[in-house]
T-cell receptor, first 112, second 122 residues
C-alpha cells in the first residue's frame, strides 16, 4: 500500500538558520498537503501542491512538489521561534479516492 | 478558514464505559469526515472515513464494533468508543472535507481538523 515517509523526524534549529524537511511517497500522488501542528494543538492546513514540479511560497516557507509527484519538500528560511511545531506532509494517492496518508512528521525545535 | 469543533475536548472515564465524541463542521457542510488517532509525538493514524448517510469505512485493524461512527448530517459525525479500556487512551482528532462550492473549489482538497479530544481511560 501507499506509504509516506518523512525525514528528519526531529530538527533542532538555531533561530535565524534555514532548514528543510523532506517527504517521499512509495506511489505517485495526485496531490500533497502540508500541515503544522503546534505543541498541544491540532494540525492546521498550510498548503496543497498539485502540479508536477510545483513550487509555492508562503513568506519564509517554500514548498516544492517533485517532477515525478512522489516527493515534496518544505524549506524554511530564517527560522523564528514561532516556527516551533511538528510539520506533517500528507499525500493523496493518484486514485481520486485515494486516502490521505500522513507522514510521521518533523518535530522542529528552535533555539533562540 | 473553515471551523471544525470537537466535543468534549477532554474526557476521563472508567474502564468498561462508553464515550461519545462529537465532530461538527461549524460554517460549512461536509459529506466526508475522518477520524484519526494520535499517540504522543506520533503521526496521525486514520481510523475510519465517515460518509453522511452511509456506513463508515474502517481502516485495517480498527474494530468497527469498538469504534462506532455515525454521520447523521452534513455537519455532524460522532465516534463512540465502546467498553473503553486503558489502551484506548489517546488523542482523537476528526477532520472534515468540504463539499465543493464557490467557497471551496473542487480542486481544493483540504481537510479541516478539529481541536481533538484527549481520552483517558482509568
Amino acid at each position: 500500500g501507499q506509504q509516506v515517509m518523512q525525514i528528519p523526524q526531529y530538527q533542532h534549529v538555531q533561530e535565524g538558520e534555514d532548514f528543510t524537511t523532506y517527504c517521499n511517497s512509495s506511489t505517485t500522488l495526485s496531490n500533497i498537503q502540508w500541515y503544522k501542528q503546534r505543541p498541544g494543538g491540532h494540525p492546521v492546513f498550510l498548503i496543497q501542491l498539485v502540479k508536477s514540479g510545483e513550487v509555492k511560497k508562503q513568506k519564509r516557507l517554500t514548498f516544492q512538489f517533485g517532477e515525478a509527484k512522489k516527493n515534496s519538500s518544505l524549506h524554511i528560511t530564517a527560522t523564528q521561534t514561532t516556527d516551533v511545531g511538528t510539520y506533517f506532509c500528507a499525500g493523496r494517492g493518484a486514485d481520486s479516492w485515494g486516502k490521505l496518508q500522513f507522514g510521521a512528521g518533523t518535530q522542529v525545535v528552535v533555539t533562540p | 478558514g473553515a471551523v471544525v469543533s470537537q466535543h468534549p475536548s477532554r474526557v476521563i472515564c472508567k474502564s468498561g464505559t462508553s464515550v461519545k465524541i462529537e465532530c461538527r463542521s461549524l460554517d460549512f457542510q461536509a459529506t466526508t469526515m475522518f477520524w484519526y488517532r494520535q499517540f504522543p509525538k506520533k503521526s496521525l493514524m486514520l481510523m475510519a472515513t465517515s460518509n453522511e448517510g452511509s456506513k463508515a469505512t474502517y481502516e485495517q485493524g480498527v474494530e468497527k464494533d469498538k469504534f462506532l461512527i455515525n454521520h447523521a448530517s452534513l455537519t455532524l459525525s460522532t465516534l463512540t468508543v465502546t467498553s473503553a479500556h486503558p489502551e484506548d487512551s489517546s488523542f482523537y482528532i476528526c477532520s472534515a472535507r468540504a463539499i465543493p462550492s464557490g467557497r471551496f473549489p473542487p480542486s481544493t482538497d483540504t481537510q479541516y481538523f478539529g481541536p481533538g479530544t484527549r481520552l483517558t481511560v482509568l
